[in-house]
């Protein structure tokens, strides 16, 4: 039986959401549909939240009315409360996310609430949006290190995804929002998480801050761990801030994949034309670890090996 | 008990051969004196080979009367048949490394010789330097994939690394020449290999053509590998091919060690200023994965944290 990987690309939102350039409908409904194009079945698409506090996302009830939910790609939204969630809700939105940062002081600083202020937000979210039939994933933020408290405890991280996962949370999302960990890091963290939820129900979001996100990667694959989020070339974090870098890229994730014998449904030389299109977009050179070779016209399809 | 990994830095010699600029004997003495002052303890100095071939490293001679042996750091010379040996030898050089391609093709494109013809000079090559008292390394180079042959049988590797470690080699290093391994792939490899020879007479020598070294090196380090080349800012491959990046970055492998708990007896710190100083000399930009965020300000030495 075929080893599969499943990757949630998350270039519409958490890709473009600290883009300087403004991409306007038309342009984040043309990088979805190169996305699909590529083979790409789960998006998430844009967030509801404040239109004044991410002004790159302000035509999410648009974009999700654009949206065809019928030909076999999930499409989710990330709401930050309630509210997030009803116009989640109105714009026609079946999968939603709710985040959750793993620290005290992360949640102060981001959403100024204490970290038991957050985790109830995100509950009641979480049980609205179960009781209006929706799917609902709970990101775990800074789950390996925070900005501002250092390394955070597994056992912090394991209480709150399941607090998330009582709540009714489909899947929990542990995210290494900083690109902090390490490969013992994820493997300590994920084979408890694995054990108590299964690969259908966990997932991760890596960023390659520090040049690990593949490494990581692999260990989470190791694990036993099947669900990522990437993002195409590597388009994410903030491109302003000195070594700060972006996503994991999905072109390094499926080429892992490839190199591992696992099939991702996605097709590489596609996504490159995505690449292209999302740099036109942003209006810088993107791309990840992969993609200088992936673009020398050395690499070959597994189908032409 | 530390669990330590032990690094062979190639820059000098992997790293420079191939680039444009030619660096001079005082800009190699430097380079090497930086290393060390970061704590490298196991440098590939140089190769006696044709200096009409790599009139990089022409001065091969000349560096070595310089080196100073007797304050802890190996130093080693590579030779491609028994002419360089007896070069090395009478440059005084203790520690020389031999090479030998996986594949038929790869012997006759690179050296004009069968795979047995090159295999028999690296015996004898072997042979004469044991006699000489050297230590003595010998590489597996496209031990992973040929770009002539594509992927290499793993049987091949086991038996052409039994017999180079038949003829007298104190260590066998396997190498992905091309960067075309996948964590996968050095788990194959490496497991049966350690089991033959040990965690001390085996190393690898990684690329980092398609973004995997990092991911390689966890693998490696997984199956209980803990020798390893790399180059410092990642030197090496060739700078005008497009789609070629350089080798493993020590910088991406000591912090990988880091993040993972081992200890690698160098300066992160102080090895940065090793890149600064490299950049300066092939005059062009250097850097590993993880480069962009070491030099950030973010980074914290463990004894900092």
Redesign the interface.
């Known amino acids: 039986m075929e080893d599969r990987i499943y990757i949630n690309e998350v270039a519409p939102r958490d890709g473009l959401q600290n883009q300087p350039v403004l991409v306007s409908l038309e342009g984040k409904l043309a990088l979805i549909q190169s996305l699909c194009a590529a083979g790409v079945r789960s998006i998430e698409a844009t967030s509801f939240v404040s239109p004044k506090a991410v002004p790159q996302l302000a035509d999410a009830a648009e974009l999700f009315a654009r949206l065809d939910q019928t030909h076999g790609v999930a499409y989710s939204a990330l709401v930050p409360n309630q509210k997030g969630l009803e116009r989640a809700h109105q714009a026609g939105a079946r999968e939603i996310a709710v985040v959750l940062s793993a620290t005290e002081t992360m949640n102060l600083r981001n959403i100024n609430m204490s970290l038991t202020q957050a985790l109830t937000v995100c509950q009641e979210t979480i049980g609205l949006a179960k009781a209006l039939g929706k799917r609902t994933k709970a990101y775990l933020a800074v789950a390996f290190e925070c900005p501002f408290e250092?390394v955070v405890d597994s056992a912090t991280v394991i209480r709150l995804a399941e607090a998330l996962h009582s709540a009714g949370a489909d899947e929990i999302v542990i995210a290494d929002t900083i690109?902090a960990?390490?490969?013992?890091?994820v493997r300590a963290l994920l084979t408890p998480l694995l054990a108590n939820y299964g690969r259908t129900a966990l997932s991760v979001h890596f960023h390659?801050?520090?040049?690990?996100a593949?490494?990581n990667?692999?260990?989470a694959l190791?694990c036993g761990l099947r669900k990522f989020d990437s993002s195409v070339g590597g388009l994410g974090g903030c491109p302003f801030?000195?070594?700060?870098?972006g996503n994991l890229a999905t072109e390094?994730l499926v080429?892992?994949a490839e190199?591992?014998?696992l099939v991702s449904g996605i097709d590489l030389v596609k996504l490159l034309d995505t690449v292209v299109l999302a740099e036109s977009l942003v209006q810088r050179p993107l791309g990840?670890?992969?993609?200088?070779?992936?673009?020398?016209?050395?690499y070959k399809p597994a189908s032409m090996?």
Chains 1, 2 share one sequence.
Do not use: F, H, I
């Open positions: 250092g690109g960990a390490g490969p013992t890091g390659d801050t520090r040049g690990m593949v490494a990667a692999w260990a190791e801030a000195p070594g700060a870098a390094d080429l892992l190199q591992s014998g990840g670890r992969s993609y200088r070779w992936l673009t020398s016209g050395k090996r």
